[in-house]
C-alpha cells in the first residue's frame, strides 16, 4: 500500500510493520487526526491475522504529539480485552510491555511492530483464557491433549560449534496453537481451534521461490460447546487452511480429509492427517520438475516460449503461426499436472502482412475497438493421457492446435472492424 500522507516517522513505522509482521498484515480505513490538523494521515485499522481470521483494532496517533504512543482500541466482541492488567502480579512479560510504552521512541521505526506483537500475544493468552473457562468436559480434554502439541520431543545437539556440550538436548516449540470463543444473538457459542500442521520448512523445498512469508497450512477445528443434557458430542467442523501463496504450489481444495469416528479427539486425527499431507506436499514439489520437462519439450515444435513461470513451471506463452495467421498460445499448467491436462488460451498478436504482387508490408492486429487483444475460450479438450511421454502429449497439442487456429482466425477476421 502507499504510505505517502503520512509524517515521516508514522511512515516508517508502519513500513517496518507491514514488512517484517510474521504473516501477511492489512491497513485499511486511513484517516486524518482533525478538522484543523494539516501534519497529515495519522490513523489507521488494523487487521492482524488470529486464528485463519482477523482481528481489527484501531490505532490512533497524534502526530502534533509524536513522541507520545499511540492509542489503540480493540473490537467491540473484546470488551472484556484488557491487556495492561491480564495477571494480578507484575512479571517478565508485563514490564516488557510496560517498557514498550515508557520508553517509547518514534524515531525508532521497530517500535510500531514490538508493541503490535506484544498485544498479539497477550490477545492470544486472553482468548485461550477464555476457552479454558467454558464449561464443556470435551473442550477441557481437547485443550489438556492438544496443547501437548506445541512441544516436540528432545533433539540432540550436533552444531560442530557446541559438541564440547556432548549429549546435552533441548526443546523446541512449535507455533503456538491458536484458538477463539465466538458466540452471537444469532448464533450458538462455539470455540475454533487453528492448527498449524506439519513441521515442514516448506519455502526451502521450491528453489528459487518468491515467497515473502513462511507458507503453512492449518487444519480448523470448530468445536459447538455441548449441552449437559447431550448424548453424544456432535462432531467438529474441519477445514484445512493454507497461506494464499501456497496454491501456487499446492492446492489444498483438492485434499480430501479423513473421517472424523466417533469418540475421536484430535490428538488421534492429527498424525493420519499430518502424515497424509506430508506425501502430497512432497508430491507436489516433485511435480515441478514434471511441469518444466513438459515445457522443455514443448520448444521443438513451438520454438522457445517468449514467456515461462521459472519457478513453479505454472505459466508459458509461445508465438505460433497458421500461414501468415500469427498468434500467441497461452499454456496454463494445473498443480494436478499431468492427470490434469494443460489449459489453452488463443491469443491475437500484431504481424506482417505482405499484400500479393506489391512489395508492401502492413502491419495488422486482430484487437477490439477498445485496443484489447482477441482471445479465445478456455481450451481444455482434446486428446489426453498422463501415461503419455511428454514428447507425445505435446504432439497432440500441436495437431490439436493446427485445427483450432483456423477458427480462431475465423473469429478475429469476422470480428476485426471493416475500414
Known sequence: MSLDGFPPFISAQLHYLINHFPDKIKVEQVLSGGKTYTGGLDRFTLLIPYCLDYIKWDIIYNAEFPLAPPDIIFGPEDEDFHPLHMTGRVGEGDLKFWN???????????????????LRDRYMAYQKKRVGEVDDDRLTFEISTICSREILAEVKVTNEEM???????????LNGIEMQI????????EVKFAVPLMDMNINKMVHGCPWRHPQKIYLQVIYPVG???????????????????LRALFTIE?????????????????????????????????????????IEALAPLFGRPLEADPVFCRKATFLASS???????????????PKQQPALILQSSQFL???????IDCLLQHISPQGIPK??????????????????????????LADESLNFKRFCNESQPQH
Open 254 to 294: 483438492d485434499v480430501k480429509l479423513p473421517s472424523w469416528l466417533d469418540g475421536m479427539c484430535m490428538a488421534e486425527y492429527l498424525p493420519h492427517l499430518e502424515e497424509s499431507l506430508q506425501k502430497q506436499v512432497l508430491e507436489a514439489v516433485s511435480l515441478i520438475d514434471i511441469r518444466r520437462h513438459f
Open 323 to 337: 500461414g501468415s495467421f500469427v498468434f500467441l498460445v497461452h499454456f496454463h499448467i494445473s498443480t494436478l499436472f
Open 100 to 118: 514498550i510504552l515508557s520508553d517509547w521512541n518514534y524515531k525508532d521505526p521497530t517500535r510500531l511492530l514490538a508493541l503490535i506483537q506484544e
Open 182 to 189: 465466538s458466540s452471537g444473538a444469532e448464533k450458538p457459542e
Open 163 to 173: 559438541c564440547k556440550f556432548s549429549d546435552i538436548s533441548f526443546t523446541i516449540f
Open 375 to 400: 482471445k479465445s475460450p478456455l481450451l481444455a479438450e482434446y486428446p489426453w493421457s498422463p501415461r503419455w511421454e511428454a514428447s507425445q502429449m505435446v504432439e497432440r497439442i500441436f495437431d490439436f
Open 353 to 359: 502482412y505482405s499484400l500479393e504482387n506489391m512489395n
Open 227 to 245: 449441552k449437559k443434557y447431550a448424548s453424544t458430542p456432535s462432531a467438529p467442523r474441519l477445514k484445512l487452511m493454507s497461506t494464499t501463496e
